[in-house]
């Protein structure tokens, strides 16, 4: 396994802090940043690429920024525009060696959180979710929004991207919906449940057609996180090491090593089933002096969450 940080684009001193904790791969996620821009030209994503090998970091993932719209997940017009332009991506992601990218198929309203300072241990923030704040809360403008047209939608995406994917030798990795609930202000969500990333894996059969495994969203399932590792094995391309405390209509997230999942059972059933790709902890708290302007993705929790994943890798050799 190869444990990973989320980094912007342009160096600084985050650059420097993964080094020095031994951080080998860099996640690349530009709305992480606040950028909002979706790089897929050949020349953008070699300038991104050469970036971080020039510092001495391997680009493990590009996830959350990929190159397609609301047009794509909901089969409007302009989507086959941009699933052209997405096999162009891959493509080029896999002429300069990238492995892996990661997505999600949340129309509309995607990350969706009702708290983002709710202090947990020492004082330190995190962010939560109460779907009871929601009851009465107005539509989302591109609702209404049904299953059906979701799964009809990711089902002609994947058949046409997943073997262009296989040439290229570029994994997709699905992420859950955040929070993995059935609906947010009338509009749909599929990606809920194992069952539904079976039909999702079943729709195309290929280990190029995988899983974003995020433990946070799993956990609020309500499974056995371990065991769901082990009964999606290799199709598992890339993991989001966080936990949360309440189930998927409500919950708050925790301290890595303070959350009901047990960690070290993950990690050994990662361990189990072969997996060696990235894993970059997720969702962390703000911690003292940091300001949250950016909630579960400030710098000390992050570093925190490195330290404790390195030492369960190590505990589990």
Sequence with gaps: ??????????????????????????????????????????????????EFRDYGLELGVIEGCVPISDDTRLGREGRDEEIARFKRYLRNLGELGVPVVAYDWMAGKRWARTSTALPIRGDSLTTGYD??????????????????????????????????????????????????????????????????YDRVMETYDSEYNGITFCQGNFAAMGVDVPETVRHFGDRI??????????????????????????????????????????????????????ENSNPGYMTLGRLYAIGYLKGLLEATE
């Design 237 to 290: 391309n890339f993991v989001h090491f966080r936990d949360v405390e309440g189930d998927a209509r409500k919950f708050v997230e925790t301290w890595h090593d303070d959350g009901p999942t047990d960690m070290r059972a993950c990690i050994e059933a990662y361990r189990d089933i072969g997996f060696e790709g990235p894993v970059r902890p997720d969702h962390v708290p703000t911690m003292a002096g940091e």
């Design 1 to 50: 396994m190869e444990p990973a940080l989320i980094l912007p684009a342009e160096r600084d001193e985050r650059w420097d802090l993964a080094k020095q904790t031994g951080v080998e791969t860099a996640v690349y996620h530009s709305l992480e940043i606040g950028d909002g821009s979706r790089p897929w030209r050949y020349d953008e994503l070699l300038e991104l690429v050469q």
């Design 131 to 196: 779907d009871e704040l929601m009851a009465g809360a107005p539509d989302q403008e591109i609702a209404p929004v049904d299953a059906d047209r979701l799964w009809d939608a990711l089902e002609h995406f994947l058949n046409e991207v997943v073997p262009v994917a296989e040439e290229a030798g570029v994994k997709l990795a699905l992420h859950p919906d955040d929070p993995p609930i059935d609906s947010i202000r009338g509009v749909d969500r599929i990606v809920t449940s194992p069952e539904n």
